[in-house]
Every structure is written in C-alpha cells, then in structure tokens.
C-alpha cells in the first residue's frame, strides 16, 4: 500500500517539478543563467555562444 501510494505521489509531483524548473529558467536573469551554467563546467566562451551574450559581459556576471 505504501509503495502505491508513492507512486501515485511521485506521478503527480514531478510533473510539477518540471513545470517549476521551466518556469524558474525562463525568469532567470543572464547572470543567475551564466553562473548556472558555469556551475554545470561549461567554458566562458561556450557560455556567451549559448545564451547569444559576449564573453566580456559573461566575465562581469562571473565577477560578481
């Protein structure tokens, strides 16, 4: 009974974690983006061609 009831808990909730991870990318600012991605071991230069920015402005969200 246990194990039915997480599935069913678990079916319904990520859904709506991908719902909130969509939501939550597409309202990040560049510089909360940049820092993500750099978390994720992408180079700066990798960085600026993904989010259309130059590597100069990666480099000032980087520093800040």
């Given at each position: 009974m246990l194990t039915a009831t997480f599935l069913v808990i678990w079916k319904?909730?990520?859904?709506?974690?991908?719902?909130?991870?969509?939501?939550?990318?597409?309202?990040?600012s560049n510089d909360r983006r940049v820092r993500i991605l750099r978390r994720t071991g992408l180079t700066q230069q990798q960085i600026a061609t993904r989010l259309n920015l130059s590597v100069y402005r990666v480099r000032k969200a980087l520093a800040q």
């Amino acid at each position: 009974m246990l194990t039915a009831t997480f599935l069913v808990i678990w079916k319904l909730l990520l859904p709506l974690l991908l719902v909130v991870a969509v939501i939550d990318w597409l309202t990040a600012s560049n510089d909360r983006r940049v820092r993500i991605l750099r978390r994720t071991g992408l180079t700066q230069q990798q960085i600026a061609t993904r989010l259309n920015l130059s590597v100069y402005r990666v480099r000032k969200a980087l520093a800040q």
